[in-house]
């Protein structure tokens, strides 16, 4: 049994499948209300979307080389059988036991108002199944030396059953909420048919590009989720499921009312978040965001339960947050009947989104200060989910580095400049590891032959999370992870954007395509950004060397770009006003 959350009367609603659990609840209700003409999917999004059925079709080629006696549903995954008929196959299948079944569609469950259609069920040796989706991804991190996160647990797709995973692999998992929130519809959808496994345990499996099926445990509270009295609190996926879901529930009927008579008001009003740059129905959003001063939730950082916070106080637009006391919230420590650390810093950002200049030196900040090094590198990658297929490093001689190198190293090795470490043929294992390893290896010697000089020496990037990622994957397992390990402790490696941010605030975001112009740097390429960037490289797989050409001058840019920044905040941040004098 589990509590139940719907407030309404959903039993009209049409049965959804799991993505709508996992989408932003005002999507949920314009997808009933419609209140404008959507925007089609961005050429980035529809790549995606191409690249993740690609994908897919390539696991089930190598599910069916594995298992030639599996179950596949007709037509599956281009052309998929009428609906009924293939609920009905996959009800038989699952009651003959097929050990594999790929394609199939879950009997509906018009209690829960649910439909489903997981890319894979494998059965439970205790009777019933498990569900398994294909996401184009990565789902595996190697394990950080020492105690920590409990090892993955994997199993091959030659044996996918999760009886058959091993526990004491060398990699931890990254869990991706809305995977999670999808193997827990159909877990829910398993439980409803009366096809669960028996024995109990609700696992659901995902097969990324890692190749291998990681099994999560559904009831394990692993999903951090605001907690009513503020903080966070970790829940498990079922429980987490169950409450967007019960609760979208609620919206589809209320704004399905709304569309019949629009004397009913709708539950939400829109409020930004991270998918808005991607929803169909940002159109409908976005002006009433914008209007007058705009909402709060425009600032960064501001999520749903801040904005609900202010809400409830009558705070619903910046000019109105700016307008608030600074030194009350600092003392308050956030509303007076409220909980709310993040308060005072929220002040700030709404009165520097406000206020006339670009950006703001942060309070108690005098003087900004970026640590410099004679020798100086800034890396960027790029990657996509196949993997990292370009190491970008922009090399400056300062001081009497230009000197003092000369001789201590080969030239080509210590030379200024930029070096893109790439490959645009179609990405392997291999292929990866040897740009890699062609990138750290150069990297090496170029730290060492400073250290022999006696130079100081830096290396950079902007956001520094992404790159140590990387680093640590592709060293992980070889002669190299050592040195990776630490490399990434050291001094020698700044991420610049907590140089930026712990000293500057601008009320919107401090992404280098935001802040870098600030400093007067220009992109050389058109629209330069991450989506683009992944358009490009599937051209370039594909033999078109103006997009090859175009990454290339796109990372070379972004390297500059966090040299330019260094520049500016070494010789003029520091003359930027005080958010302490705005208001």
């Not at 259609?117 to 294909?134: K, N, S």
């Not at 308050?332 to 989104?353: F, K, S, V």
Request: aromatic share 8%; proline share 7%.
């Amino acid at each position: 049994m589990r509590w139940v959350a719907t407030r309404y009367d959903v039993s009209a609603v049409p049965p959804q499948g799991g993505y709508v659990a996992k989408q932003c609840p005002v999507r949920a209700q314009w997808d009933t209300i419609a209140p404008c003409e959507p925007r089609p999917d961005s050429p980035a999004v529809a790549s995606r979307k191409h690249d993740g059925l690609v994908f897919e079709e390539e696991i089930v080629t190598a599910l069916l080389a594995a298992h030639p006696d599996a179950g596949v549903m007709p037509g599956f995954p281009a052309a998929p059988a009428d609906p009924a008929d293939r609920e009905e196959l996959t009800r038989a299948a699952m009651t003959a036991g097929v050990p594999v079944i790929i394609g199939g569609r879950l009997p509906a469950d018009l209690t829960g108002r649910r439909v489903g259609l997981p890319d894979v069920l494998v059965a439970a040796a205790g009777g019933g199944y498990r569900a398994v989706d294909i996401k184009h991804h990565r789902c595996l991190d190697p394990a950080p030396p020492g105690p920590g996160s409990p090892a993955a647990l994997l199993a091959p797709l030659a044996s996918p059953w999760l009886e058959n995973a091993a526990g004491d692999q060398p990699f931890t998992v990254r869990r991706h909420r809305d995977d999670l929130l999808q193997l827990a519809h159909y877990q829910r959808m398993l439980e409803a048919a009366g096809f669960a496994a028996g024995d109990g345990r609700r696992y659901g499996g995902i097969i990324g590009v890692d190749s291998v099926v990681v099994w999560h445990d559904l009831d394990a509270p692993q999903l951090r989720t605001p907690a009513a009295g503020g903080g966070v609190k970790t829940r498990s996926a079922m429980a987490v499921y169950d409450f967007e879901f019960d609760f979208r529930l609620d919206i589809i009927a209320v704004a399905a009312q709304s569309r019949q008579d629009p004397a009913v008001r709708p539950l939400l009003v829109p409020v930004r978040i991270g998918e808005c740059g991607e929803c169909p129905w940002w159109p409908a959003c976005e002006p009433a965001l914008e209007a007058g001063s705009g909402d709060v939730s425009l600032l960064p950082g501001v999520g749903w339960r801040d904005w609900r916070v202010h809400r409830d106080h009558g705070i619903t637009s910046r000019a109105e947050l700016a307008a608030l006391d600074h030194a009350a919230a600092v003392t308050a420590g956030g509303y007076q009947d409220r909980p709310m650390r993040a308060l005072p810093e929220q002040i700030d950002l709404a009165r520097a989104a406000l206020g006339p200049a670009a950006v703001y030196r942060r309070r108690g900040v005098g003087l900004v200060t970026v640590p410099r090094g004679d020798v100086e590198v800034d890396i960027d990658m790029e990657n996509t989910a196949a993997g990292t297929y370009l190491w970008g490093a922009l090399v400056t001689l300062r001081g009497r580095a230009p000197a003092t190198l000369r001789g201590a190293a080969p030239e080509g090795l210590c030379r200024a400049g930029y070096r893109g470490f790439a490959s645009f043929e179609p990405m392997t294992a291999g292929l990866e590891a040897a740009i890699f390893a062609e990138f750290w290896d150069w990297l090496t010697g170029l730290r060492a032959a400073a250290a022999t000089a006696g130079l100081p020496m830096r290396c950079y990037c902007y956001n520094a999370s992404a790159e140590n990622s990387q680093l640590r994957r592709l060293s992980a397992g070889t002669d190299r992870a050592a040195g990776v390990a630490a490399f990434i402790a050291s001094d020698q490696w700044t991420d610049l954007y907590r140089v930026v941010t712990s000293q500057l605030i601008t009320g919107g975001s401090l992404g280098l395509k935001r802040v870098a112009p600030i400093a007067g740097f220009g992109w050389e390429v058109d629209d330069p950004g991450g989506d683009v960037s992944m358009l490009r490289y599937a051209a370039a797989v594909h033999g078109d060397q103006a997009a090859a050409d175009w990454l290339l001058t796109y990372n070379r840019n972004d390297t500059e770009a966090t040299l330019a920044l260094r520049d500016w905040l070494e010789r003029s941040a520091s003359d930027c006003p005080s958010i302490a004098d705005a208001r």
